[in-house]
């Protein structure tokens, strides 16, 4: 049987890790890959080497290369998850093989303001999140960045015909991940 790679980019805060976490304790064998980590780790590895640029397009390229990839060869189920910022739809339509992936792209409804993402990226951190290593006013700057990307990344979903799937914030958001998460499920047994 062959495996799926689950790929899930967005704005920030709006559940792709969540989703990705849930997929993962499926019992179906999905691995997890965050380009958060990945990203992390070039950085810290490659500011030891001059001369070394990081060109995102082909990190991303080549990796998802490698778990379409496995696969086919293998049936080794994969998600990785994203922040849109690295790799937006415009960059998703240049792969070749972008046909076997399932794409996703999380954000929230054009009606929520800077403020309302601010209160959201606070009110649900984790202890361990970003958010409580930096002031507030470093979170309204991120917020207003992420209201303006979230309106970009819908426009560019609607361009390219990819899935923007508004997850909400709080319950609203646990039900849509539910049901998205029992849709990729579904998906897996065909």
């Given at each position: 049987?062959?495996?799926?790679?689950?790929?899930?980019?967005?704005?920030?805060?709006?559940?792709?890790?969540?989703?990705?976490?849930?997929l993962?304790?499926?019992?179906?064998?999905f691995?997890?890959i965050?380009?958060?980590?990945?990203?992390?780790a070039?950085?810290a590895?490659?500011h030891?080497?001059?001369?070394?640029?990081k060109?995102?397009?082909?990190?991303?390229?080549?990796?998802?290369?490698?778990?379409?990839?496995?696969?086919?060869?293998y049936?080794?189920?994969?998600?990785?998850d994203?922040?849109?910022y690295?790799?937006?739809p415009e960059d998703m339509?240049?792969?070749?093989?972008?046909?076997?992936?399932d794409i996703?792209?999380?954000?929230?409804?054009?009606d929520?303001?800077?403020?309302?993402?601010?209160?959201?990226?606070?009110h649900?951190?984790?202890?361990?999140?970003?958010?409580?290593?930096?002031?507030?006013d470093?979170?309204?700057k991120?917020s207003?960045?992420?209201?303006?990307?979230?309106?970009e990344l819908?426009?560019q979903?609607?361009?390219?015909?990819y899935?923007f799937?508004?997850?909400g914030?709080?319950?609203k958001?646990?039900?849509i991940?539910?049901?998205?998460y029992?849709?990729?499920?579904?998906?897996?047994?065909?």
């Amino acid at each position: 049987m062959e495996g799926k790679v689950i790929v899930i980019g967005g704005c920030p805060r709006s559940g792709k890790t969540t989703l990705s976490v849930k997929l993962v304790k499926s019992g179906l064998g999905f691995s997890k890959i965050s380009m958060d980590y990945f990203g992390e780790a070039m950085n810290a590895g490659l500011h030891k080497y001059e001369g070394i640029a990081k060109d995102d397009f082909e990190v991303i390229n080549t990796l998802l290369d490698k778990l379409v990839y496995d696969a086919e060869a293998y049936g080794i189920n994969s998600i990785f998850d994203y922040c849109g910022y690295d790799f937006p739809p415009e960059d998703m339509e240049k792969l070749s093989f972008k046909d076997k992936l399932d794409i996703y792209f999380f954000g929230f409804s054009d009606d929520i303001s800077a403020d309302e993402i601010k209160y959201t990226i606070k009110h649900y951190a984790k202890p361990t999140d970003w958010i409580s290593y930096v002031d507030d006013d470093y979170i309204g700057k991120v917020s207003k960045r992420i209201y303006e990307f979230n309106k970009e990344l819908k426009k560019q979903c609607e361009k390219y015909n990819y899935r923007f799937i508004n997850t909400g914030v709080g319950e609203k958001r646990e039900i849509i991940l539910n049901s998205l998460y029992d849709e990729i499920i579904a998906s897996c047994s065909k």
